[in-house]
């Protein structure tokens, strides 16, 4: 999972993330995830791109603000997205937060469980397209045609992290995508609620991708590393969906959620979230040093570190 560089000179930000997604593709990564960061690059434009310079990589948004487009107009990105990925899209979707949907863009974050329930009412119908699209609920009202392509739909996950949004996760979308979850949470929160509801509306196992940020450093700048995570990366304070779900686990924060130290010390950490439930492991590398020389130099050791593991099954 990529994020922001803030390293790197706004006019060079596109072709550094399609050289890093190629990257990822070359050492065997599995997936490749990029969010959608509010202010910065758009994330789906972004993996379409990287669609035509890569062949076999999953490629997915973590995640889209359901807000910011129409789920017909969403329909039709992804479907665009998906077939330019030749298939290896999913997409990552969710409701976001207050601070950035009411404080920021000025729109509503009234109810936004309900909010997801509607428009996924309308996503899920579209993406199935080709064929009118007519649904009718308390936010929409649908009568569209869409025919963007008929090479199936991508996978759709949802950030998910209180009951009733895992419920409507396991209900409508082939899993979730989690941040600050630790792995108590996962095992005794997320994974139980969001199995039963998948169960319950006739659906396969759920994915769980994970995001985790990573560190490899020596055991001195373990404390560091995850005060740079928290810096970096902690929004808890200002997303009470971030507080709750911190309140299901063991962390206080995003940096107690990171898998940092050695290579010994990092395997054991992502071996207690696989056994937890999570299937994906959508790591966040976090970068060291005092320039910016030294963070690459950091950034590129973790991820050959990575490379090199596998996130299977137990045993």
């Not at 994020?3 to 890093?20: I, K, N, V």
């Not at 999953?58 to 603000?65: C, R």
């Not at 899209?89 to 997801?116: C, K, M, N």
């Not at 090479?151 to 409508?172: D, F, N, S, Y």
Request: net charge negative.
């Amino acid at each position: 999972m990529v994020g922001t560089d803030r390293d790197c000179p706004p006019a060079e930000r596109l072709g550094r993330l399609l050289s890093t997604a190629q990257s990822a593709e070359d050492h065997g990564f599995a997936s490749f995830w990029f969010p959608q960061v509010p202010g910065y690059l758009d994330a789906m434009s972004v993996l379409a791109l990287i669609g035509q310079r890569t062949k076999h990589i999953e490629l997915g948004t973590a995640i889209v603000p359901i807000q910011t487009r129409h789920p017909i107009a969403m329909a039709q990105q992804a479907l665009t997205t998906g077939a330019a990925c030749a298939g290896r899209f999913t997409l990552g979707l969710g409701p976001s937060h207050h601070w950035i949907i009411e404080d920021q863009l000025g729109l509503s974050y009234d109810r936004p469980a309900h909010q997801v329930r509607d428009y996924l009412q309308v996503l899920g119908p579209a993406l199935r397209a080709p064929g009118p699209v007519e649904v009718e609920n308390d936010t929409y009202r649908v009568r569209s045609p869409l025919d963007v392509t008929d090479t199936g739909p991508p996978q759709v996950l949802l950030a998910a992290l209180g009951p009733a949004m895992l419920r409507l996760a396991g209900e409508h979308t082939q899993g979730t995508i989690l941040w600050m979850a630790d792995e108590r949470a996962v095992a005794e929160h997320v994974v139980p609620r969001i199995t039963a509801a998948a169960q319950a509306a006739g659906r396969g196992s759920p994915r769980v991708v994970a995001g985790v940020p990573v560190a490899l450093c020596a055991a001195g700048e373990v404390d560091r590393a995850r005060a740079h995570a928290n810096q970096v990366l902690g929004h808890a304070e200002l997303s009470p969906n971030y507080l709750k779900l911190l309140e299901r686990g063991d962390a206080t924060d995003v940096g107690d959620t990171m898998a940092a130290g050695d290579e010994a010390a990092i395997l054991a950490r992502l071996g207690r979230y696989r056994d937890a439930g999570v299937t994906d492991l959508a790591a966040r590398v976090i970068a060291l040093g005092d320039s910016a020389a030294a963070r690459s130099e950091s950034r590129c050791r973790t991820e050959e570190f990575l490379a090199t593991v596998g996130f299977g099954a137990a045993g």
